[in-house]
T-cell receptor, first 119, second 112 residues
Framework: EAQVTQNPRYLITVTGKKLTVTCSQNMNHEYMSWYRQDPGLGLRQIYYSMNVEVTDKGDVPEGYKVSRKEKRNFPLILESPSPNQTSLYFC??????????????????FGPGTRLTVL | TQLLEQSPQFLSIQEGENLTVYCNSSSVFSSLQWYRQEPGEGPVLLVTVVTGGEVKKLKRLTFQFGDARKDSSLHITAAQPGDTGLYLCAGVMTSGTYKYIFGTGTRLKVLA
């Protein structure tokens, strides 16, 4: 079954304790992305990756790191989590991107979400 | 920075009524997507509009991209309880990058 998986689904942690949220897709997609969703603010893009070893900042990258060593995996790392990073996080992937020459119509597939609470 | 304004934020209507959701920006997008999200799940893509002025229909849902590619609308005809959910628009920016900018969402409830 084609899917995007995230782990863990729920996590409660304390300020400053490093954590990693994993994301994996089995569709051989080139483009992967991380979002956070907060009430009243919608989804905001944290980081994205257009292929292996190619990552770039989204709108809210502060406090987060990512890596793309393999095509299927795109982990989100919080080196020193703070309470303002309490949120619902989504990973997404799409087959490819258009590279800017014209609009792409690729579908983004989202994972089930990770609810993170930082105390 | 929130570049996409979505309205209304909340909408509660009776089954059979029509409704329109708006998505507005001062930025030009390469394309614009509409998603629907159910509680406890990730968003699911409904449609992508690419060309200025483009209109796409998905059963009772009609999507339109503004001529200047800065705004979009979603019109639902004869809403049904199954249409209940959070509707999100997302602009795609591809100038030197490939970013998605999401609107704040419209939470729709259709009452039977």
């Amino acid at each position: 079954e084609a899917q995007v998986t995230q782990n863990p689904r729920y996590l409660i942690t304390v300020t400053g304790k490093k954590l990693t949220v994993t994301c994996s897709q089995n569709m051989n997609h080139e483009y992967m992305s991380w979002y956070r969703q907060d009430p009243g603010l919608g989804l905001r893009q944290i980081y994205y990756s257009m292929n292996v070893e190619v990552t770039d900042k989204g709108d809210v990258p502060e406090g987060y790191k990512v890596s793309r060593k393999e095509k299927r995996n795109f982990p989100l790392i919080l080196e020193s989590p703070s309470p303002n990073q309490t949120s619902l996080y989504f990973c997404a992937s799409s087959l490819s991107y258009d590279g800017g020459s014209a609009a792409s119509t690729d579908t983004q597939y989202f994972g089930p979400g990770t609810r993170l609470t930082v105390l | 920075t929130q570049l996409l304004e979505q309205s209304p934020q909340f909408l509660s209507i009776q089954e059979g009524e029509n409704l329109t959701v708006y998505c507005n920006s001062s930025s030009v997008f390469s394309s614009l997507q509409w998603y629907r999200q159910e509680p406890g799940e990730g968003p699911v893509l409904l449609v992508t509009v690419v060309t200025g002025g483009e209109v796409k229909k998905l059963k009772r849902l009609t999507f339109q991209f503004g001529d200047a590619r800065k705004d979009s609308s979603l019109h639902i005809t004869a809403a049904q309880p199954g249409d209940t959910g959070l509707y999100l628009c997302a602009g795609v920016m591809t100038s030197g990058t490939y970013k998605y900018i999401f609107g704040t969402g419209t939470r729709l409830k259709v009452l039977a």
